[in-house]
């Protein structure tokens, strides 16, 4: 199927899941490993952000003006020298998960003159091999985050282990939306449990049906990504 098809299929799929599920959903292309052409060609499917995971694609694509008319997203893990690049050329950096990084993005954000909206990314699978905050350290992070300039905290992100059996990913699923309706019932300054970012092209309409309201799907727009090597 054509990229602008798949697309459309997909957000209608994601308008589906939210409709059932009582509330909106964004859908955001994870555009990894695929061109400029790639994303327009899903943006007249319909599709209004985009996310990227590696930094030199963020800048290439940008340079391409390749999200004319959209909203970018950094949805990979930030190295701490790759702030600058991202920091205030993205709208969302979902992939914050240490004070560290929230403070060179603060950092970063109040040079420029403006507030960068984040999510912390939490690892709910625990997995070693992953980015994002535990979930018992989610909560001091918030607070953490609370006093940091620069920065506004709109929800969180996660990334369940991949490869589980439905039932399992829903679980975390679960948890996620716990851990942010508790986070939420807190107020901390500069932190606001607006977004809920989960759910893939192997699972988005659980997710949503979960409280996603944020979904980020790459495969079942783009199609398969190989890696060339
Ligand atoms: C690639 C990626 C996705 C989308 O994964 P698919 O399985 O291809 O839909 C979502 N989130 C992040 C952070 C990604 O890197």
Avoid: W
Wanted: net charge neutral; proline share 2%.
């Amino acid at each position: 199927m054509e990229i602008r098809d798949s697309a459309a299929r997909v957000l209608e799929r994601v308008n589906a899941a939210a409709q059932k599920a009582g509330h909106g959903a964004v859908l955001v292309a994870a555009s990894k490993m695929n061109g400029p052409e790639c994303v327009r060609a899903a943006y007249d499917g319909g599709v209004r952000h985009f996310g990227e995971n590696r930094v030199q694609e963020l800048e290439s694509k940008l340079a391409a003006d390749a999200y004319a008319g959209a909203t970018a997203h950094f949805i990979g893990h930030l190295q701490k020298n790759k702030v600058k690049a991202v920091a205030g050329r993205t709208a969302l950096i979902q992939s914050a998960d240490s004070s560290a990084l929230l403070r060179l993005i603060g950092k970063r954000a109040e040079e420029l003159g403006i507030t960068q909206d984040v999510l912390l990314e939490v690892n709910i699978g625990r997995e070693a091999s992953k980015s994002g905050v535990l979930p018992e350290a989610l909560d001091g992070l918030a607070a953490e985050a609370a006093e940091i300039p620069g920065i506004f905290v709109r929800g969180l992100m996660a990334i369940p282990p991949a490869g589980e059996e439905k039932e399992k990913t829903v679980q975390y699923f679960e948890q996620m939306r716990k851990l942010f309706i508790d986070i939420g019932a807190k107020k901390y300054d500069n932190v606001s449990m607006r977004i809920l970012s989960m759910g893939m092209s192997a699972d988005f309409e659980e997710a949503i049906a979960c409280g996603a309201n944020m979904v980020r799907v790459g495969t079942a727009i783009f199609g398969q990504r190989y890696v060339k090597g």
